[in-house]
């Protein structure tokens, strides 16, 4: 049974209200967990999650928008699926970002390993990472038609040699290292 809650919906008493300071509180609303819960939150395919599962029957799964969320910040974080369990379970900062109730959780890992199975078959990787770039591109009102060449090191260095230049500088390096390393033989020049 699908258990999808709109991440868009006001809760009447915030429960986080006496759970964090006002300057955690603050801290937490302008960092990545705020903007995480009130943009990135919304954009994640439950749909194309909630369709491996029954509408009506059969066990609640995770709250889907939460389970997409925990997905998506394992990989931004690089946890290993059980410090995703964990921080879904005891991570406050986590239950404010992907919208969940305070202290109520629990998460085993072979939940997230099956989710992550529904993101790899359906191929949702990229669409979260186009859809959140795009909000966010916009958000900040970013232009990206133009990127700066100095800001990519798309250009090598490197000179360019022909044969006979390289050959050049490779009997020069060669014969600098044999005076460096044996300047008896060198000076003898019989190598």
Request: aromatic letters at 10%; proline letters at 3%.
């Amino acid at each position: 049974m699908q258990h999808i809650k709109n991440p868009g919906q006001i809760h009447l008493f915030d429960p986080f209200e006496h759970l964090f300071s006002s300057l955690a509180t603050k801290t937490i609303q302008e960092g990545w967990q705020g903007l995480f819960r009130h943009v990135i939150l919304e954009l994640l395919p439950v749909q194309a999650i909630a369709g491996k599962f029954h509408p009506a029957t059969g066990r609640p799964t995770k709250e889907l928008y939460s389970m997409a969320g925990l997905i998506f910040i394992n990989e931004f974080l690089d946890w290993t699926i059980e410090q995703a369990a964990q921080a879904y379970m005891f991570h406050t900062d986590i239950w404010y970002a992907l919208n969940l109730t305070p202290g109520a959780q629990s998460m085993s890992t072979r939940t997230i390993e099956r989710y992550q199975k529904i993101f790899r078959e359906n191929e949702l990787a990229r669409q979260v990472m186009h859809d959140v770039t795009m909000r966010l591109v916009e958000l900040l009102d970013q232009n990206i038609t133009e990127q700066r060449l100095d800001s990519t090191h798309v250009f090598s260095n490197m000179a360019i040699f022909g044969r006979t230049r390289m050959m050049g500088v490779t009997v020069k390096k060669f014969l600098t290292q044999v005076k460096r390393h044996n300047k008896k033989v060198y000076e003898s020049r019989t190598f």
